[in-house]
């Protein structure tokens, strides 16, 4: 990992990433996305969310989240997933870097063109301790959808 402006930047390789990459990511995800919290980045706590986990073979995991049905940001009405982008709307080239940014990643085994940051970035309406979203080429305005371009441990 190394530092470059005001927030890390984590390098991994494929091969890196069994242990020790993981680990570093999830140190410094976390660590930043404490002290943001702690700092009020956040539009509410996660402290008052209730979790329940249902009955069954499953697992499944229910919460009560009446901050986050207050408070979040109304979601942009979508009419497909290949909605095209508008700058003129939401989009994570507006966020406030200082409060948001949680890392760049930078992928040693893609050749990466100047301009084309893969980052992490908070879910200012979090869900969970640790939410966040992976927003891959930032700069360039790529509509929401998935798409083949994304780090490698992602798969």
């Known amino acids: 990992m190394r530092m470059k402006q005001q927030h890390p930047v984590v390098e991994y390789s494929t091969s890196e990433l069994v242990d020790k990459g993981k680990q570093e990511l999830d140190?410094?995800?976390?660590?930043?996305?404490?002290?943001?919290?702690?700092?009020?980045?956040f539009r509410y706590n996660?402290?008052?969310?209730?979790?329940?986990?249902?009955?069954?073979?499953l697992g499944y995991v229910?919460?009560?989240?009446?901050n986050r049905a207050k408070l979040r940001r109304p979601p942009?009405?979508?009419m497909t997933l290949k909605q095209e982008f508008d700058k003129e709307k939401f989009n994570f080239n507006k966020i406030d870097e200082s409060k948001e940014l949680l890392c760049q990643l930078v992928n040693k085994d893609?050749?990466?063109?100047?301009?084309?940051?893969?980052?992490?970035?908070?879910?200012?309406?979090?869900?969970?301790?640790?939410?966040?979203?992976?927003?891959?080429?930032?700069?360039?305005?790529?509509?929401q959808a998935p798409c083949c371009h994304r780090p490698c441990f992602m798969s």
């Open 76 to 78: 942009q009405s979508m």
């Open 110 to 143: 893609r050749v990466s063109r100047q301009g084309e940051r893969d980052i992490l970035i908070t879910n200012v309406s979090p869900i969970s301790r640790g939410h966040s979203l992976l927003v891959p080429q930032v700069e360039a305005g790529l509509p």
């Open 62 to 66: 229910a919460q009560s989240q009446l």
């Open 46 to 57: 996660t402290d008052t969310i209730t979790e329940k986990v249902v009955e069954g073979d």
């Open 27 to 41: 140190e410094v995800v976390l660590t930043r996305w404490d002290l943001f919290m702690q700092r009020g980045h």
